[in-house]
Nanobody, 119 residues
Framework: QVQLVESGGGLVQAGGSLRLSCLAS????????MGWHRQVPGQERELVSQ????????FYSDFVKGRFTTARDNAKNTVYLQMNSLKPEDTAVYYC????????????WGQGTQVTVSS
């Protein structure tokens, strides 16, 4: 079992930056692909980014490409999402998730952290 806890959300003005962290406990993250998702009330949860267990491969959805960066520190069991040039449309609850490298199912989820970008 893996427990994920996000932190770092908050209120920021458009153009500003935030860094989200996701701390895992229960098992080492070193064999999991980690992802960041977000959800706006009334809309489906969407994938923002993901990173393989080695950190060698990353994916970013088009709407954050060039602005967001994900990284991981397996020794600290922590995954990060650096968000720059934030826009009001980035406002959402951001969730950290983990899946086995050979699976498409996100098995573990954090409780989410609110990010609000004011115009």
């Amino acid at each position: 079992q893996v427990q994920l806890v996000e932190s770092g959300g908050g209120l920021v003005q458009a153009g500003g930056s935030l860094r989200l962290s996701c701390l895992a406990s229960g098992r080492t993250l070193s064999r999991y692909t980690m992802g960041w998702h977000r959800q706006v009330p009334g809309q489906e949860r969407e994938l923002v980014s993901q990173i393989t267990w080695s950190g060698e491969a990353t994916f970013y959805s088009d709407f954050v490409k060039g602005r967001f960066t994900t990284a991981r520190d397996n020794a600290k069991n922590t995954v990060y999402l650096q968000m720059n040039s934030l826009k009001p449309e980035d406002t959402a609850v951001y969730y950290c998730a983990a899946r086995f490298a050979d699976s498409t199912l996100w098995s573990y989820w954090g409780q989410g952290t609110q990010v609000t970008v004011s115009s």
